[in-house]
């Protein structure tokens, strides 16, 4: 495992000192940072997704409409 410090205000400190042994500070500022990770990995799949189909060529009106009735069909 990596560590990391942070600098924080030292009325904050104080409050997390009064907290200790009820928060494991550690572990939650772990889980923010994998939770805040994975929020943004999201984001940016979201963004690749939406540029991706923006460069995907548009179906000719009523084509959509055309599979769905074939697909049914076929059943």
């Known amino acids: 495992m990596s560590v990391i410090s942070v600098r924080i205000p030292r009325e904050l400190k104080k409050k997390m000192d009064s907290l200790r042994g009820v928060v494991n500070w550690s572990e939650e500022v772990r889980r ?3 939770r805040r990770i994975r929020e ?3 984001e940016k799949a979201i963004e690749e997704l939406e540029e991706l189909i923006q460069r995907l ?3 000719p009106r009523g084509h959509i409409a055309k599979y769905v009735r074939e697909d049914r069909d076929s059943n």
């Open 32 to 34: 923010f940072i994998e």
């Open 40 to 42: 943004i990995e999201q």
């Open 57 to 59: 060529p548009l179906m």
